[in-house]
């Protein structure tokens, strides 16, 4: 029997505006990478020692264009914040099972403190009938051992 098919929830709390949830194209970010550095620790000995941070990428995500909508949490949120305010949120990408395995949560992964860093519409050529799809990237604090 082949695995039920996956699909994906962004849920979203904004400081301030209460929780949003919304379904997007693709996630693109969720990852974490360690950035090593060596080290020779009082000159002796024949190894390095390795250190590092523990850092998670950006979010990237991204959705189909549906126009400016005064009252969606996400073009809110980025204005908000590009108009000066301090709004960092916690973001949460939860997976999904789709039916006919029925709606069953699998997966969350959690990112703190978020921040919108980056908004973006493709180039639009009125020669060519495609989707517009819509573009957020957050830059992320933290996150959580997965």
Partial sequence: ???????????????????ASAFFKSVNGLKVETEVVDYQEGGVGPFKKRLGRTLPTN??????????????????????????QDLRADVSVLIITCPPAGSQQIARYDFLRCIPAKWELPELDSTQCAPV?????????GMPPP
């Fill in 133 to 141: 799809v819509e573009t957020f990237e957050l830059s992320v604090e």
């Fill in 1 to 19: 029997m082949a695995p039920p098919s996956v699909t994906f929830a962004v849920t979203i709390n904004i400081a301030g505006m209460g929780e």
């Fill in 59 to 84: 979010l990237v995500l991204k959705r189909d264009f549906r126009g400016q909508i005064p009252d969606d949490p996400m073009q809110k949120w980025f204005r908000d914040v590009a108009a000066g």
